[in-house]
């Protein structure tokens, strides 16, 4: 497979502020690259330089193997698909997807005829006509989406295109644009501050903070192997527990101890060999914490915590309760017979745990 | 090449425009400020001898009277303007039927050269067959109303056309100003049984202190301009009593040629305009630029 | 006194004084609206009366004997000085004057709105702000040079010298407006366009410009209220051939020779008001959307 998209030592600056810093990333023909982070982490100004609709201050963005770092958008083969749509508002839907071809002197038949194409691929036929205003959200986005594909490009690139739309119809053009990406077998970039869409989208995933990657790697790499603090809460939902504990290594393994409010705290034993500093940071996902008596495994262990609050939430029930002077949540079974100011026993799946340095934040293990 | 056209071609659509407002804008207010510092009188002369020419424009007793005029004037047609403005504001916005065809009409005089209000009220003024008249008509044999040929009242019927001709203008800022006040807070200020008069005075008033502000400038401003309506409506007299630091300035640069003297006025002038304008500029751009 | 809680009187009361309020308020209203239109209607009467019925009737009674003559005398008899061709030849020079002065300075606006708002530059804020101020300056204090450069450039006292000027100080409001609008429209369809291959002129021409209507409107509305109205440009740059009809009414209505012809003066000035009336008559919507959007600033 050939690297359809690389990134080198990419810098971008606003004046004396740094918005990017040294991002390196390459993805195949085919990829789905998601760039997730909080808003203000830079992975839209990452797109639009990858675009070339903003100038790089340093480094190479090189698509299908071609350095394109000063070649103008147009020059670039991609196509682009924006948070607000960007349609023409005077143009008819017709006109919106053609109006690009228009530009680079296609010829009128060929024109209609991908036109065609991309009008039944995406079942918006009877909407050619009409004029941006007249159609729904979903539609426009759907006439956004039709302007890129018409282009047939190298690239897609997609900046939060979902984040616009009610959250129902949302899940609907998320399983839409997962399956554009089968059919079409074509790469893509795609921005997103919902981690959510990113788990479900990606092929391989960048996680950004402050114009740095935290984190590059497959969906299930970066979910259950964490290498920061910042990846662990910022990715999943509900977010990963992180509670301070202290770590004493033992003959059988290492004892983990987590404080709680009435003194006594909770110790657990990772029987796996660490070598772990005295103060830690323990990483349980909700799922990792279940009723005791629903989990087995090697690394589960059972203790008894007091239930503070009790959620269903249809499916599953979560469970919190205080630990190491943080809220914590258990995802148990729906049928979990949990009431608050009472103990349950809980099982902790440290086959799944993660630590983290407490002063470095990032991952230990 | 082409490449390069494109980067810079929106640089070279603003030029032109960006050099004539630099040359015709700033430069002229340059030339204006220098000749102002010579002897000029009928050609300008270029060699600086300070402020002599600001000596004289101050010792001039014309000059006096169109500084206290214009500080008559620009304080009343101020003060009248917005309050009359804010009156007819608020009573139209109880929902009045008709009050599209009303605001219209409080409005139509802002359409208008100040030229044509000043003949129209130059003619309803004049104490001959004017306002006068139709008051001695009515029974009132005594009322008299000469204030158009009165030195010492006359730059109150200024002040009367000017307030005519801008108060409707004041009355649509001030509306929209009513009207975009968050419908909810009144709404929960009326569910409180907050009395109306409190509501506006507490609540709405309050809120619009950006339209105040800016009714305010846009009143000074047309304040320190005007010139057409003395002209039209006195031509500065009767003798000097109307006149303004404008036509003051207008009478010195083309009638009587002393173009020290016009350039002096005019940078005084400028110099008040931007007491006034320049806080106001300066906290709206950065309030946009945060 | 009636015990109101027994007998609703006191609400009926109640009810008969907020009738009577909400017709205070209306009649309050109405007499504003009179002080306002009354100029106007002194100005029409007066047109249609004869010199002999001014002088004995009131000036608010209404014309005994309708008569067109001082409108034509107005339009093609009055005197502005020497001359007694009427108004006629400087409402001519006014349309000559404003219609390429609009349309010049809007589509000047047009692309500096479009460069600022949607294709920033370092500097460009800046050239903006500058812009601003300009607006703001008392146009004394560019008499002066103003009156030697036209004079250099040969366009002292003509026609084109008087658009220039009216360009050259418009071109701060007609950006500013197109500013103002274009800015709202989302950077991203420049985006999608010029990833779609359009360029600058291309993008403004086929995406902005259809936009523009409402704009074009109002700011065609006001620089033409603006350019129709103005006196003091036109009484400093012009002369006697070349004057526009606020400065031809301006020497009408204060020519020293012969009889005060009152009813000459109000027809000139309802000339003279005319277009600018009808635009604001017709297009009010736009004039006062002009208005406050300019005064914001401006």
């Known amino acids: ?365 | ?290 | 006194m009636t015990d109101f809680s027994i007998n609703p009187t006191g609400r009926k009361q109640g009810r008969f004084g907020q009738i009577a309020l909400r017709w205070s308020l209306y009649l309050i209203l109405c007499l504003f609206a009179l002080y306002y239109l009354m100029p106007l209607f002194v100005m029409l009467t007066t047109s249609l009366k004869s010199l002999e019925e001014i002088r004995t009737g009131s000036l608010l009674s209404l014309p005994r004997n309708i008569t067109f003559e001082a409108w034509s005398t107005a339009w093609s008899k009055a005197c502005t000085g020497i001359q007694c061709e009427g108004l006629r030849p400087y409402f001519w020079n006014s349309i000559l004057l404003s219609i390429p002065a609009v349309a010049i300075s809007t589509l000047i606006g047009a692309l500096n709105g479009y460069v600022i708002a949607q294709w920033k530059f370092k500097g460009s804020n800046l050239i903006f702000s500058l812009m601003l101020f300009g607006c703001f300056i008392p146009f004394q204090v560019v008499l002066l040079p103003m009156a030697r450069v036209l004079g250099i450039l040969d366009l002292a006292g003509t026609i084109p010298g008087l658009i220039f000027v009216h360009v050259v100080y418009g071109i701060g409001f007609t950006t500013l407006f197109f500013r103002n609008y274009y800015v709202t429209i989302p950077q991203e369809l420049v985006k999608a366009a010029k990833v779609d291959g359009a360029g600058f002129v291309r993008i403004f021409w086929s995406i902005f410009l259809p936009l523009s209507l409402p704009i074009v409107v109002v700011t065609v509305i006001w620089q033409f209220t603006q350019i129709w109205n103005d006196f003091l440009f036109g009484v400093s740059f012009s002369q006697a051939g070349t004057q526009p009809v606020t400065v031809a009414l301006n020497n009408i209505v204060n020519s020293t020779t012969g009889v005060k012809e009152y009813n000459v003066d109000m027809a000139a000035a309802i000339i003279a008001a005319m277009p600018t009336l009808l635009v604001y008559v017709v297009a009010g919507k736009y004039f006062i959307r002009g208005l406050t959007a300019g005064s914001v600033k401006g």
Request: proline share 5%; hydrophobic share 45%; aromatic share 10%.
């Open chain 2, 1 to 290: 090449m082409t490449k390069w056209f494109e980067k810079q071609i929106p640089k070279i659509v603003l030029a032109p425009s960006f050099i004539a407002i630099l040359l015709f804008v700033y430069g002229f207010i340059v030339w204006t400020g220098w000749v102002s510092l010579t002897r000029s009188r009928l050609l300008p002369k270029y060699d600086i001898v300070g402020f002599i020419q600001y000596d004289r424009l101050f010792d001039s007793p014309r000059w006096d009277t169109a500084m206290s005029n214009l500080f008559i004037f620009g304080v009343l047609f101020i003060v009248i303007s917005m309050l009359l403005g804010l009156l007819i504001a608020i009573l139209l916005d109880q929902k009045i039927r008709v009050e599209g065809v009303l605001r219209t009409i409080y409005l139509y005089p802002m359409a208008l050269s100040l030229i044509v209000t000043g003949t129209a009220w130059k003619w309803i003024l004049n104490p001959g067959l004017g306002i006068q008249s139709v008051m001695n008509d009515w029974g009132f044999e005594n009322f008299k109303f000469d204030w158009l040929i009165n030195p010492d009242y006359a730059i109150y019927t200024v002040v009367i056309a000017g307030v005519w001709q801008a108060s409707g203008f004041v009355m649509a800022l001030f509306l929209a100003g009513l009207r975009s006040v968050d419908d909810e807070v009144i709404k929960a200020a009326r569910v409180d049984g907050i009395p109306t008069t409190r509501i506006y005075t507490a609540i709405i008033l309050p809120s619009m202190a950006p339209i105040f502000l800016s009714a305010f400038i846009v009143l000074a401003h047309l304040a320190i301009k005007s010139f057409d309506l003395v002209i039209a409506l006195t031509g500065g007299g009767p003798g000097y009593a109307t006149d303004l630091p404008a036509t003051y300035m207008y009478a010195l640069a083309f009638s009587r040629g002393d173009i020290g003297q016009a350039a002096s006025s005019a940078m005084v002038m400028m110099m008040v305009v931007f007491a006034i304008v320049v806080p106001y500029l300066y906290s709206e751009l950065r309030a946009k630029n945060d």
């Open chain 1, 1 to 365: 497979m050939s690297l359809m998209l690389e990134v080198k030592n990419l810098y971008k600056n606003y004046g004396s502020v740094e918005i990017l810093k040294d991002i390196n990333v390459a993805i195949e023909q085919g990829d789905f690259l998601v760039l997730v982070g909080p808003s203000g982490c830079g992975k839209s100004t990452l797109l639009n330089c990858i675009a070339g609709l903003e100038q790089i201050t340093a480094g190479d963005v090189v698509i299908g193997g071609q350095n394109m770092t000063d070649v103008s958008p147009k020059d670039r083969d991609i196509a682009m698909v924006f948070q607000s749509y960007a349609l023409y508002p005077t143009m008819s839907v017709a006109k919106n997807i053609t109006f690009g071809m228009k530009v680079r002197g296609v010829d009128a038949d060929t024109q209609q005829k991908k036109l065609n194409e991309v009008a039944k691929q995406l079942q918006m036929e009877p909407l050619l006509n009409r004029k941006p205003g007249q159609l729904s959200g979903g539609q426009r986005q759907r006439v956004a989406m039709g302007r890129a594909l018409v282009r047939d490009p190298k690239l897609f690139l997609f900046d939060e295109p979902l984040s616009n739309l009610d959250a129902k119809l949302r899940v609907e053009m998320r399983t839409e644009i997962k399956r554009l990406h089968l059919d079409l077998g074509a790469t893509m970039v795609y921005v997103t501050h919902d981690q959510i869409e990113a788990m479900t989208l990606a092929t391989k995933i960048v996680v950004l903070k402050d114009g740095i990657i935290q984190q590059i790697g497959s969906p299930a790499e970066i979910y259950n192997n964490p290498k920061n603090l910042f990846v662990a809460d910022f990715m999943g939902s509900p977010a990963m527990n992180l509670i301070p504990a202290t770590a004493v290594s033992k003959p059988t393994g290492t004892e983990i101890k987590i404080s709680r409010a009435n003194g006594d705290p909770l110790v657990l034993m990772d029987k796996t060999k660490l070598d772990l500093p005295e103060n830690v940071i323990v990483g349980l996902r909700p799922e990792d914490i279940a009723e005791a008596g629903y989990r087995a495994g090697k690394g589960v262990q059972t203790a008894t915590c007091m239930v503070d609050i009790v959620e269903p939430a249809g499916a599953d029930t979560y469970v919190m309760t205080h630990l190491g002077g943080n809220e914590v949540t258990a995802r148990l079974h729906a049928e979990t017979q949990a009431k608050p100011g009472q103990p349950l026993d809980f099982a902790f799946d440290l086959g799944k745990v993660s630590y983290f340095d407490p002063e470095t934040g990032s991952r230990l293990n």
